[in-house]
């Protein structure tokens, strides 16, 4: 099975900071990595697909990056809204396995 | 607009069974495969299972392989998990999801509301 490790598991920011959070996958995935983000008590919602693809709705703020085993997930400028959880996935092979979870705190 | 539906959640005793329903509507259902995603208490994601469009591909979770079965039916624009030999480890909310494409490696696009299953005597 691939794991995919994220880092940091928690980080605080300010609105209007820069956040990026890493994914990094046990092997390569070429770019079948995704992005999602959960605030408490609600479904998760994806926002990124196959790297660096926006899902509809998604503000531009949210870009993705990367390629083989590293990704990343950066926000541009912090928002209120922004403040969530949020996991990677693959979708290389079966099982499609999660990141552990970044949470974004307020600072 | 899309949706999915979950529901058959519940409390059940370790060693028993439930199914859990997901009633899709404003897509094409035959059109896309289709997954469940469980989440325990305070605890992150953890992927299920996925199935093929026409129900006739299946995978899961090493964790629950042997005990689930997911399944669909077309015709009425439902997706199931049947889950067998309930451990108190499987106490999660699960979701339902509408993949973004037709083949079992796409990410989910449409989540239901979730569902809790409580494993417990």
């Known amino acids: 099975d691939i794991q995919m490790t994220q880092s940091p598991s928690s980080l605080s920011a300010s609105v209007g900071d820069r956040v990026t959070i890493t994914c990094r996958a046990s092997?390569?995935?070429?770019?079948?990595l995704n992005w999602y983000q959960q605030k408490p008590g609600k479904a998760p919602k994806l926002l990124i697909y196959a790297v660096s693809s926006l899902q509809n709705g998604v503000p531009p703020r949210f870009t993705g990056s990367g390629s083989g085993t590293d990704f990343t997930l950066t926000i541009s400028s912090l928002q209120p809204e922004d403040f969530a959880t949020y996991y990677c996935q693959q979708s290389y092979s079966t099982p499609l396995t999660f990141g552990g979870g970044t949470k974004v705190e307020i600072k | 607009e899309v949706q999915v539906l979950e529901s058959g959640g519940g409390l059940v005793q370790p060693g028993g069974s439930l199914r859990l329903s997901c009633a899709a509507s404003g897509f094409t259902f035959s059109n896309f495969a289709m997954s469940w995603v469980r989440q325990a208490p305070g605890k992150g994601l953890e992927w299920v299972s996925v199935i093929s469009v026409s129900g006739d591909i299946t995978y899961y979770a090493d964790s629950v392989k042997g005990r689930f079965t997911i399944s669909r039916d077309n015709s009425k624009n439902t997706l199931y998990l049947q889950m067998n030999s309930l451990r108190a480890e499987d106490t999660a909310i699960y979701y339902c999801g509408k993949d973004r494409c037709s083949s079992s490696n796409c990410p989910i696009d449409y989540w239901g509301q979730g569902t809790l299953v409580t494993v417990s005597s």
């Open positions: 092997q390569s995935i070429s770019t079948y």
